[in-house]
């Protein structure tokens, strides 16, 4: 096999380390250090704003490849955030099925771990239909046509929502966590919440398997390249549709995971949680780059802790702070952190 | 003489103009027409409507600007009259103080938010506006101590449009009964001078050369930018004068309920209504305002109490039948479907029909007659 | 001569409003080398895009190997073993060399997959190919993405390859690399569709030559016969394409 030659050595072009890019999180959170103060409530802060940062990352993912890939931009992605949490309620909650009264009151631990997992695997799955039927009703019919993507989407986004009233009622639902993620880890005066500390593990195995996927296998390629590049991807003899579809319905399935999270994270569930967190994705893609895996991982952590930290330190200003983000990432590179260069 | 108040834009179809003329009196003499507050709160509800969708159609229909922010500018007229009439009291002079500072704020928002357009592309332009308005209502409702927070602001308007000043010692004969003369009338049928004013001016600029240039931009924004078009400057005037127009439509509304909050002037789903509405009316129609206004607040105040009716036997048949089980359950929810509180689904099906077989909205379609 | 292996008739292609076919006839016969030529804006790469299906045609038929082509996408247009080289390479500059190869390679889902007879061969051809291997591809010059895409043509067999323009802007070098690669793949039996304007090229390239001028195929022939023709040339292109000595301008 081929070697790579001495005086050209390059990394593989997914661990492109981009310093600057890498830089920023550590940035952030040492600035938020010193304007906290207190080490133990920066270490909370800090978690709760990593995986805040990590469901935003897994929702906003979907959104940016499928904008790379094919140049549309569903605004009604939130749809997919809320039919995820309201299913995970529904097969959590005292309606759900098997056990009376609930999932979350089983007393084993690992019962109710494993009843979560079932949920976040159904509610990916109907989140995943839900993308198929929702590309073939509203993304399908404008391809190309920009502005009337984004009034479709949003129509679709109201159509469903309706439903989801229609189905689960208008009124908050609780989500509440089950025992065994309730309470803190303590160390010294820190408390990291279980919960959190699991939504920033399954970020990262998310991130992990999206990485390996794209990098390493041949549809990945194909998502990256078609990224770049998609009619000369359709010449080389792959059908560039289908492949949209997979990566439309993984998105919309990812954004289901997340909202299946977020609902925990909340503990309550009103049927705008889409149309809420829609705003939050779309300051995350933006920062991040359309496009941009990498760049919406950053983006997405930066929104987190930003949103965390000034919460703490500033709450009036909590959104206006994500927003000046967004405006300072922009003034500084206007094609967000890691933009694609794209040829067609 | 009709011709030049209506900038030469006629409505180019019979049904359209017998449908507009007949809008238009029905509207004007509505105070006279129908007895009760609930009809003079929809009719008002429908100019104040009229001028927000219409100064959205510049942006939107003429233009080609997607942005969520316009309720935004709705929000600042309404909260600046307010505002101004709480803490400096129901006087002219303060409702002018309000109207300069609305206007003033409105003016920047809309230079920064136009200028900075620039930098970024379409779709990034349409979330920005998604991200600033979301912030701005979060604003609102925080700085509670101003703008009264999440219950909001009722105040007094100056004595003269208020129900108890009466300007006609006799009632005014209505249409089998009698309305009394009061501030109440005085203000709705400046309301309605007022938009009316308003929606000629808007004619007129979207049919005047500048008007003509916007269209070009939205048509092909390259082919205006090689002959020598600053697209920039243009779109930048249509963002500000849209947002200006929206302003003024804000105070109004504003000072007609003698109350704002954040959800009667800058929620998201005001927002969304304006969107459906300008869409299913027609975009680029200016008309379409008109028509597309009337049919959403006439089917959001009398339509579901229509639908609760016709529902309703068959929900009660459905219970009849069904009992329990899954089958009864999915009767019922189809059912439900239909129901009143579920009208914004079909009005979004609706919306999603409309952008995609009917570009040209109700307007357009009476055109084709 | 054998049944031609693309057969275009009365093609036409509008691009919006724009008219640029007005009825193409063309017959690429199998195993050869056809030139098309033409001056700037005839319409030599919007027939390619037609082939390809990239653009639909308004008017006339498209035939490959005794398929109709009209209603195929272009994925399924190359699938049928067409390969297309567009006139901006289509190079993937994120990727890297390898990785441009491994997606132009369709049956191999990873590198062991790739015909190594084959791989070698493009490396013996283009060296700069085997140097640059895991770099990205957009670090190339503008004559190792030429190679790139002309190798991503060649890694695996293909019936009919569609070239637009690869010499355009390359040193002669290069140029010559480029032409041994090409007619290596038409000894092996692969029919090859070239648009070109350089002469060289296709004095030397070509078994075949089309004409194209104002979106119709003006005239069509042996290449030997225009090459032995000075006069058919300069009506033709305006210019002759001389001796090995080049083109003369007249």
């Known amino acids: 096999m081929a070697q790579p030659d001495t005086e050209s050595s390059w990394k593989l072009p997914q661990t492109r380390v981009d310093p600057l890019l890498w830089g920023l999180v550590p940035l952030l959170a040492g600035l938020a250090l010193v304007a906290v103060g207190s080490p133990s409530t920066w270490l909370t802060l800090t978690v709760a704003g990593l995986a805040m940062g990590m469901m935003l990352f897994m929702i906003a993912s979907g959104l940016t490849l499928v904008f790379g890939l094919m140049d549309v931009l569903n605004f009604g992605h939130g749809v997919f955030i809320a039919t995820g949490a309201f299913i995970a309620t529904t097969v959590l909650g005292p309606t759900g099925f098997g056990a009376p009264g609930g999932w979350l009151l089983v007393p084993q631990w690992h019962l109710q771990i494993a009843a979560v997992m079932v949920a976040i695997l159904v509610a990916m799955a109907a989140t995943g239909m839900l993308g198929l039927v929702f590309e073939r009703l509203f993304v399908r019919p404008v391809y190309g046509q920009h502005l009337k993507q984004i009034l479709i989407t949003m129509g679709g986004m109201i159509v469903i929502e309706e439903l989801i009233k229609s189905i689960w009622g208008t009124q908050q639902i609780p989500l509440p966590l089950p025992e065994a993620l309730r309470g803190a880890f303590i160390f010294g005066d820190a408390a990291i919440e279980r919960f959190r500390l699991l939504a920033v593990l399954i970020g990262l195995i998310v991130l992990a398997v999206l990485m390996v996927i794209l990098g390493r296998t041949k549809i990945g390629l194909l998502v990256r390249a078609g990224v770049e590049d998609r009619e000369m991807v359709e010449s080389l003899g792959y059908p560039v549709r289908r492949l949209f579809i997979g990566v439309f319905v993984a998105g919309s399935a990812l954004a289901g995971l997340g909202g299946v999270l977020w609902g925990m994270y909340q503990q309550t569930i009103t049927p705008q949680i889409g149309a809420q967190v829609n705003v939050l994705i779309f300051i995350v893609i933006i920062i991040g780059g359309l496009g941009s895996i990498m760049g919406s991982f950053v983006a997405a952590l930066l929104v987190g802790l930003m949103g965390n930290y000034t919460g703490f330190l500033a709450p009036k200003l909590a959104l206006f702070s994500n927003i000046a983000l967004m405006v300072a990432i922009l003034i500084w590179r206007p094609e967000g952190l890691r933009p694609v260069t794209k040829i067609r | 003489m009709i011709r030049y108040l209506l900038s030469n834009d006629l409505p180019r179809s019979r049904v359209l103009s017998t449908l507009l003329i007949a809008l238009v009196i029905t509207l004007a003499l509505a105070p006279l027409l129908f007895p009760g507050a609930k009809a003079l709160a929809v009719a008002a509800k429908i100019l104040v409507f009229v001028l927000l969708v219409a100064s959205y159609d510049l942006l939107l229909g003429y233009t080609g600007i997607v942005s969520f922010a316009h309720t935004m500018f709705f929000g600042i007229g309404a909260y600046s009259v307010a505002i101004a009439c709480s803490r400096l009291g129901p006087s002219w002079t303060s409702i002018g103080i309000g109207l300069v500072g609305s206007i003033a704020a409105s003016l920047a928002l809309a230079l920064l938010i136009g200028l900075f357009s620039l930098r970024v592309r379409a779709i990034f332009f349409a979330m920005l506006t998604l991200a600033v308005a979301s912030a701005f209502q979060t604003l609102a409702s925080q700085l509670s101590e101003w703008t009264g927070g999440e219950d909001g602001l009722s105040f007094r308007t100056p004595e003269v449009l208020s129900a108890a000043a009466q300007w006609r010692d006799t009632p005014l004969q209505g249409l089998g009964f009698t309305v009394s003369a009061d501030g109440r009338l005085l203000a709705y049928w400046g309301l309605f001078v007022i938009v009316c004013v308003a929606f000629l001016l808007l004619l007129r600029i979207v049919n005047s050369p500048f008007g003509r240039v916007l269209q070009a931009i939205r048509e092909n924004p390259f082919r205006a930018e090689a002959i020598g078009y600053q697209t920039v400057i243009y779109r930048t005037l249509s963002v500000v004068i849209s947002a200006l127009f929206a302003t003024l439509a804000g105070a109004l509304m504003a000072l007609w309920l003698r109350y704002n909050g954040p959800d009667t002037s800058l929620s998201f789903e005001l927002m969304l209504d304006v969107l459906l509405v300008v869409v299913i009316g027609g975009m680029g129609t200016m008309y379409g305002a008109w028509i597309g206004s009337a049919l959403f607040l006439l089917a959001q105040n009398y339509l579901q109490a229509l639908m609760q009716s016709l529902v309703k036997p068959l929900a009660d048949g459905v219970a009849m039948i069904g009992g329990t089980g899954p089958l009864a359950d999915v009767l019922r929810w189809a059912v439900g479907l239909m129901g009143p509180d579920r009208w914004l689904l079909w009005l979004g099906v609706l919306f999603v029909l409309s952008v995609y077989h009917f570009p040209e909205g109700v307007v357009g379609r009476l055109r084709r007659f | ?250």
Request: net charge neutral; glycine share 10%; hydrophobic share 40%.
């Open chain 3, 1 to 250: 001569m054998s049944a031609p292996l693309l057969s275009l008739a009365g093609v036409q292609t509008h691009i919006g409003t724009y008219h640029i076919l007005h009825g193409v006839d063309l017959e690429v016969p199998s195993g050869r080398v056809t030139m098309l030529l033409g001056r700037n804006g005839a319409g030599k790469t919007t027939c390619l895009r037609t082939i390809m299906q990239h653009w639909r045609r308004s008017g006339g038929s498209i035939h490959f190997e005794g398929v109709d082509l009209a209603p195929l996408r272009p994925s399924e247009v190359a699938r049928l073993g067409i390969a297309y080289v567009p006139e901006n390479m289509g190079i993937f500059g994120g990727l890297t060399v390898r990785e441009n190869l491994l997606l132009a390679a369709r049956s191999a889902q990873n590198d062991a997959q790739i015909d190594r007879d084959r791989l070698n061969r493009i490396f013996e051809q283009f060296p700069a190919l085997e140097r640059f291997w895991q770099s990205p591809a957009g670090s190339l010059s503008g004559g190792q993405k030429q190679m790139l895409a002309i190798a991503r043509a060649l890694i695996e067999p293909r019936r009919l390859l569609l070239i637009d323009e690869p010499s355009k802007g390359l040193a002669p070098a290069i140029v010559e690399t480029m032409i041994a690669a090409l007619d290596r793949a038409r000894q092996e039996g692969t029919t090859i569709l070239l648009v070109e304007q350089n002469l060289e090229v296709a004095r030397r390239l070509g078994d075949f030559y089309a004409v194209m001028d104002n979106g119709r195929i003006v005239h069509q022939g042996a290449m030997s016969a225009l090459v032995s023709d000075p006069e058919l040339q300069t009506r033709l292109l305006g210019f002759t394409l001389g001796n090995d000595d080049g083109p003369t301008r007249h």
